[in-house]
């Protein structure tokens, strides 16, 4: 998926549908890496464009509130990407699907299509926040477990989990200045 700068993958033809593609390849959804697709052979490669931006598994992600601002980030694009016709339900969300720019302190999604049985935006989040928590040393990883038990147990929609994962933010920064 990810070499060289570059990305990439091949998915089986039709596993995106057309007016994604129009979505996806037109750039008008930001929040998304825009991509190109060639067709052969009865697959599909996809093209993303992605200059600037690095794929988060190029970054150890060693502090709580650096995961929460990814984390707030991705939520805040899932809210979003209905409007342009995007399941969130579909996004493979993972520490090589979502891309940060440091230069824009700016959080983008490659957009894979999950399929089949494996679509499940609450299992798809428990996963990325275990990926992104992997590496956190600061002693305040509890933070991310918080939200993933309000994912796994509750049944609250994303703009909820999104104002959950702002007071967490508040509270552990209140925690952390506090004993600075």
């Keep these: 998926m990810w070499e060289n700068n570059h990305y990439r993958i091949t998915l089986k033809e039709d596993s995106i549908h057309d007016y994604e593609k ?47 601002f990814i984390l707030e980030k991705v939520l805040l694009i899932l809210s979003h ?58 002693g305040h990883g509890a933070y991310l477990d918080k939200i993933a038990r309000l994912i796994h147990y509750e049944n609250y929609r994303i703009d909820d989990i999104i104002d959950r994962v702002g007071l967490l933010k508040r509270e552990l920064y209140s925690k952390t200045s506090a004993s600075s």
């Design 81 to 138: 990407v209905a409007e342009y016709l995007i399941s969130p339900a579909r996004m493979t969300l993972t520490n090589e699907t979502v891309f940060y720019s440091a230069e824009m302190s700016e959080i983008k999604i490659a957009y894979v299509p999950l399929c089949g049985d494996s679509i499940s935006l609450r299992r798809n989040l428990i996963r990325f926040i275990a990926q992104i928590k992997a590496d956190i040393n600061d």
């Design 22 to 68: 129009i979505m996806l390849t037109s750039g008008e959804c930001g929040f998304l890496l825009p991509m190109v697709f060639i067709s052969e052979n009865g697959s599909e490669t996809a093209y993303y464009k992605c200059s600037g931006f690095s794929a988060i598994s190029t970054y150890s992600i060693e502090r709580t509130d650096d995961a929460l």
